[in-house]
């Protein structure tokens, strides 16, 4: 079994800064891309982010190019997101989420395995 456990979410103010971490653990699986998403209340879940996890190449939603940043650290199976310049409409729960084979890195349907999210809120 795959667990993928998010932490670093919370309150900020516009503009500020949050940094979120997604740790994974369990058994070992093939890892083509690992990404991170978010849903609003009344909103469809929506791709924020990727990284292919063998060759580094990183992948933004267009709402969050220039303002966030995926990485992540193999030896500690950890994929983080940088998030700043932080804005209302950031507001929602941030899922992980990985994926063991190669696809449309937007969609939903290729990541396997899923965290439970974590809340990040952003205040006017």
């Known amino acids: 079994q795959v667990q993928l456990v998010e932490s670093g979410g919370g309150l900020v103010q516009t503009g500020g800064s949050l940094r979120l971490s997604c740790a994974a653990s369990?058994?070992?699986?093939?890892?083509?891309?690992m990404g991170w998403f978010r849903q609003a209340p009344g909103k469809e879940r929506e791709f924020v982010a990727a990284?292919?996890?063998?060759?580094?190449?990183?992948y933004y939603a267009d709402s969050v190019k220039g303002r966030f940043s995926i990485s992540g650290d193999n030896a500690k199976n950890t994929v983080y997101l940088q998030m700043n310049s932080l804005k209302p409409g950031d507001t929602a729960a941030y899922y992980c989420?990985?994926?063991?084979?190669?696809?449309?890195?937007?969609?939903?349907?290729?990541?396997?395995?899923w965290g439970q999210g974590t809340q990040v809120t952003v205040s006017s």
């Open positions: 989420a990985a994926a063991p084979r190669f696809g449309t890195i937007r969609s939903s349907s290729i990541y396997d395995y």
């Open positions: 369990g058994r070992s699986f093939s890892r083509a891309f």
């Open positions: 990284i292919n996890w063998s060759a580094g190449t990183t």
